[in-house]
Structures are given as structure tokens and as C-alpha cells.
């Protein structure tokens, strides 16, 4: 069974501070997709990552593939409270491509 | 907007009863997914249709559930005999050609 396991569930910090979110896995991925979701909404999606080792900037947000495809981090530098929501990391498996997600991280950004 | 979109947003019905819940994809996405989402998990995979071909079912998925996409369109999840254990967030997506895809915004389902 193919799992992601997300670290930490939960995060709560002061406006301006950094932060990473963590997802492991023990299976390799062909691509890993982040997505913020907000209470009541779907998920949105951020960014998706395919090769080993890659780097991807959003604003101040910066992902990472691992070098075995097998892992994830999300860096936020400088957060601020419109960061705050449920941060999903999530697997296309199969020749369906259905996704398996994270159970995610819940990021509070005090103001 | 031309994002997927769900009806209705969020639905409140009693044990036993039946509902229906309809997914609009992106227009040229040929394929779409039905996931559910319980509070404080991430959303797990239920079905996938290519075009109106249903190609995939869950275990999770329970005869008491059907999913339609007629005409490769729209697609329904109908629920029939709701139980309390069926609350919680339903949630479409659809996929062009490549591998990433794209939620609409859910619909919340509360059985009482």
C-alpha cells in the first residue's frame, strides 16, 4: 500500500517566521502535487514536482522533490496570515492517475 | 470561471434518505475523479471516469453509492439510504491530458 505521511500535522506561528512541512513516503513517485486547501473549499493546487531533485519557486513558498522521488518539503519564508490553511501533498498512483494524499498539515499564521 | 464546479455546496439530509450530488469539470478535461474528505484527513479516491466510461471504483465505495457521467459531461454521485458515516466533504476534480488536476470547490454533506 502506497502511503504519504505528512510532518507536522499541525503548525502555528508568528507572522514573519519560516517554515517547512514534510512529506515521506517509501514508494517512489513518477510526481508529487502540493495543494492548499481553505475550510469549506477544495483543494487548490500549488505546484506539481516530476523530477528527482527539483526545486520549484512560488513567491515566497519553495518545494522540492526528493533526489529518490520518494519525498517532499514545502518552505515558507516569511509567513503571513494569508498562508494560514491545510497544506495536502499528494501522488497520481496507477495507470488512473487517481491521487493518494497526505493527510496534511494544518499551518495557523498568527498576525 | 471555467473552474470545475459542484452542486449544491453543502446539503443536510436525514438517515435513510437518498441524495444527489453533480459535478461540472473543466469543459475539454476528459476525465474526472470523485473523491471524500472526512474532517482531518486528506480526500481519498472513490471513482474515475474516462470520457462516460466509469474505469475505476473504491472499496470504499458501497453498493448504496452509484456515479453517473453521462454523454462524458457532467457527472452525478448519487447516495441512496444516507447513513451518519457518509458525512463529509465530496469532492470532484477533473484532469486534461496531463496528470494534474483540478478540484471544485465540494459539497458538504451532513446526515442527521
Known amino acids: 500500500t502506497q502511503l504519504l505521511e505528512q510532518s507536522p500535522q499541525f503548525l502555528s506561528i508568528q507572522e514573519g517566521e519560516n517554515l517547512t512541512v514534510y512529506c515521506n513516503s517509501s514508494?517512489?513517485?513518477?510526481?508529487l502535487q502540493w495543494y492548499r486547501q481553505e475550510p469549506g473549499e477544495g483543494p487548490v493546487l500549488l505546484v506539481t514536482?516530476?523530477?528527482?531533485?527539483e526545486v520549484k519557486k512560488l513567491k515566497r513558498l519553495t518545494f522540492q522533490f526528493g533526489d529518490a522521488r520518494k519525498d517532499s518539503s514545502l518552505h515558507i519564508t516569511a509567513a503571513q496570515p494569508g498562508d494560514t490553511g491545510l497544506y495536502l501533498c499528494?501522488?497520481?498512483?496507477?495507470?488512473?492517475?487517481?491521487?493518494?494524499f497526505g493527510s496534511g498539515t494544518r499551518l495557523l499564521v498568527r498576525p | 470561471d471555467t473552474g470545475v464546479s459542484q452542486d449544491p455546496r453543502h446539503k443536510i439530509t436525514k438517515r435513510g434518505q437518498n441524495v444527489t450530488f453533480r459535478c461540472d469539470p473543466i469543459?475539454?478535461?476528459?476525465?474526472l475523479y470523485w473523491y471524500r474528505q472526512t474532517l482531518g484527513q486528506g480526500p481519498e479516491f472513490l471513482t474515475y471516469?474516462?470520457?462516460?466510461?466509469?474505469?475505476?471504483k473504491s472499496r470504499l465505495l458501497s453498493d448504496r453509492f452509484s456515479a453517473e457521467r453521462p454523454k462524458g459531461s457532467f457527472s452525478t454521485l448519487e447516495i441512496q439510504r444516507t447513513e451518519q458515516g457518509d458525512s463529509a466533504m465530496y469532492l470532484c476534480?477533473?484532469?486534461?491530458?496531463?496528470?494534474?488536476?483540478?478540484f471544485g470547490p465540494g459539497t458538504r454533506l451532513t446526515v442527521l
Open positions: 514508494s517512489v513517485f513518477s510526481s
Open positions: 476534480a477533473s484532469r486534461p491530458m496531463g496528470y494534474e488536476q483540478f
Open positions: 499528494a501522488a497520481p498512483v496507477d495507470s488512473s492517475y487517481k491521487l493518494i
Open positions: 471516469f474516462q470520457n462516460e466510461a466509469q474505469l475505476e
Open positions: 469543459s475539454e478535461h476528459n476525465r
Open positions: 514536482v516530476v523530477t528527482g531533485g
